[in-house]
């Protein structure tokens, strides 16, 4: 099991390092050819908002695992360690939930822009492609939750 978990973070990390090598370079060309030769490539905007939106819910995700989201735990803080425990395995089972409903309806989306066979406006991909970070790496941050919730209940019954 611990292979498969260290095999996802690498490929995660991997993944967002590359998109945003990808993303610093799509800018850096763009800037120099508006500025040296007075011509810009109107996808590159685009491939930024997109690749932008990509990064976004990848680094979520990877932010539950490491837990560098920021927290208000004033009153966690004032409870008994096990009760800190389980109330945080509370919220981060809340936080999956949500998360999970996101996936839902932004399936449905992405679904819908399927159907509608939409383009985007200068790369010309299928709208359903620019939408599909959302559902996916919504049901990420929700497995990476309920792995976080598992882990806090049960610090906190041995606790």
């Not at 030769?37 to 976004?56: D, P, Q, T």
């Not at 679904?111 to 299928?126: D, E, F, H, K, N």
Request: charged fraction near 15%; aromatic fraction near 18%; hydrophobic fraction near 50%.
């Amino acid at each position: 099991m611990q292979r498969i978990h260290d095999f996802i973070d690498r490929v995660e990390n991997i993944t967002l390092v590359w998109t945003i090598i990808g993303l610093a370079l799509a800018g850096f060309i763009q800037v120099i050819t508006r500025y040296l030769f007075n011509y810009s490539f109107s996808w590159f905007e685009e491939l930024g908002r997109y690749l932008g939106v990509f990064i976004a819910f990848l680094g979520a995700a990877i932010g539950v695992k490491t837990g560098s989201h920021f927290t208000m735990d004033l009153m966690v803080t004032n409870l008994k360690q096990p009760w800190q425990q389980r109330v945080k395995g509370m919220t981060s089972t809340l936080s999956a939930l949500f998360f999970f409903t996101v996936s839902w309806y932004s399936w449905k989306i992405v679904l819908r822009m399927y159907g509608y066979a939409t383009t985007s406006p200068t790369m010309q991909i299928p709208m359903y492609i620019a939408y599909l970070p959302i559902p996916v790496f919504s049901i990420v941050i929700g497995a990476r939750f309920l792995i976080k919730a598992w882990e806090f209940l049960k610090q906190g019954e041995a606790g």
